[in-house]
């Protein structure tokens, strides 16, 4: 998701039909050491708007459009993460203190 850039901001009653959908992509995103949280919607592309798709941040009134090929880029990258192997557990570290 890193470098995706709107191409501009939708007014309300642009994104009403994009919003009355199901996101087709939801990611919450963490910052580290407590820098709080960020959830992003992705709706289909053209829910009402051709030229891409509409994009929701929690917490924030403006809705944004992402060109098509940048919203394929995110699919893609979700599909990557999604079908990746997961790691093995994590081994327990020693404490160096005896029973």
């Known amino acids: 998701m890193a ?6 901001l939708l007014t309300p ?5 994009a919003l009355a959908q ?8 963490t910052g580290e050491k407590g820098g709080g949280t960020e959830t992003l919607a992705f709706y289909p ?3 009402g708007i051709p030229e891409g798709a509409v994009v929701k941040v929690s917490d924030r009134d403006a809705l944004l459009l992402l060109p098509s090929d940048k ?10 993460i999604r079908s990746a ?3 093995p ?11």
């Open 71 to 80: 919203m394929a880029e995110v699919e893609k990258q979700i599909a990557a």
């Open 13 to 17: 009653e642009e994104g009403k039909a």
């Open 22 to 29: 199901k996101p087709r992509v939801t990611v919450t995103l």
């Open 3 to 8: 470098g995706g850039k709107a191409s501009r």
């Open 85 to 87: 192997a997961p790691l």
């Open 45 to 47: 592309p053209g829910s």
């Open 89 to 99: 557990p994590e081994k327990p570290v020693a404490t160096g203190k005896g029973k």
